[in-house]
């Protein structure tokens, strides 16, 4: 079952897919998918404002340029505050798979 996007991750995910670069929208979104074995999805409605947000906040840069299928497109790389953000919220998503594994552990059966 295909997930639209999971509460707070949108901006974990996109930081984390410019790790390996520049990349336009459509390219950050089919990585994503990709990446997630297609159980993770980003519509436009959720990643272009994300995008805005990102590079309103300093963590991402844009630039135009021509696409691989020639198309003038928005290029998006992380920034170095960016980076940091990615490293804080890691830790954070991280903290909370913890969590979330101790209760489930502790269910009764």
Do not use: C
């Amino acid at each position: 079952m295909p997930i639209d996007r999971i509460p707070g991750t949108v901006d974990m995910l996109i930081l984390q897919t410019l790790t390996a670069g520049a990349k336009h929208g459509w390219g950050i979104s089919h990585h994503i998918r990709e990446t997630s074995r297609d159980i993770l999805q980003l519509n436009q409605g959720a990643l272009y404002p994300a995008l805005h947000r990102l590079e309103d906040r300093g963590w991402i840069h844009a630039k135009w340029g021509v696409s691989e299928n020639n198309r003038r497109a928005r290029f998006y790389t992380l920034s170095a505050e960016g980076r940091r953000q990615l490293e804080r919220e890691t830790a954070g998503w991280l903290e909370f798979v913890k969590a979330v594994q101790r209760v489930m552990q502790l269910s009764p059966t």
